[in-house]
């Protein structure tokens, strides 16, 4: 099964992506002037519902995030995510909301992929701005990068995106499977077929 797998990549993600590493690869980037100051407005398309309560993310993180798992999960998820089928964002919300320690690195994370430019990241804009091929490129830049922190950042982000997709119950139309054996829509007698 893909969760243990992912959830196992993201703690080792998060261990590379320590609060010092964190604080000094944002130092480097704010004394260069690559951050930038405000947050301005999140596109519309990976905002959270107004109804929304968010526990860990921000409206920007919830949206860097939808972004990430929008182009991790491939074109039938990514419908999925787009139509709010499955809520990436909120999912993965809630589970950082269950997991503490791995919150705040995958938090500042994402700030990073969201405001880092170039020569940081391999963008000018934020990553919520830019359209699907250029977040391709970027997160290709972060899967092969050499620096520590930057390579950590894509496989965190990847089994986050992965665990929330396929822990959500509208993603079994993609995989075939049935759900959870033992209740009302799979009878335990629906394992034992063929045994």
Do not use: H
């Not at 690869?25 to 398309?45: E, H, Q, R, Y």
Request: glycine content about 8%.
């Amino acid at each position: 099964m893909i969760l243990p797998s992912a959830a196992a990549d993201l703690s080792r993600a998060a261990a590379t992506l320590d609060r010092r590493a964190f604080l000094r690869l944002a130092a480097v980037a704010t004394a260069a002037g690559l951050l930038p100051s405000g947050c301005g407005n999140v596109p519309a398309a990976l905002a959270p519902s107004p109804d929304r309560e968010l526990a860990v993310l921000s409206p920007r993180a919830y949206a860097t995030f939808t972004a990430v798992a929008l182009r991790v999960v491939g074109p039938a998820g990514a419908e999925l995510i787009a139509t709010r089928a499955i809520d990436a964002g909120a999912a993965a919300d809630a589970w950082l909301a269950r997991t503490p320690a791995l919150a705040t690195p995958i938090t500042q994370g994402l700030a990073v992929l969201e405001f880092g430019v170039w020569p940081l990241l391999s963008k000018a804009r934020t990553f919520t701005a830019l359209d699907g091929d250029a977040r391709d490129r970027v997160l290709d830049d972060l899967m092969r990068s050499r620096l520590d922190i930057k390579a950590a950042l894509f496989p965190g982000l990847r089994a986050l995106s992965l665990l929330t997709f396929y822990s959500s119950p509208a993603s079994r139309m993609l995989t075939g499977y049935p759900g959870p054996f033992g209740n009302e829509r799979v009878p335990i007698t629906a394992g034992m077929v063929g045994t």
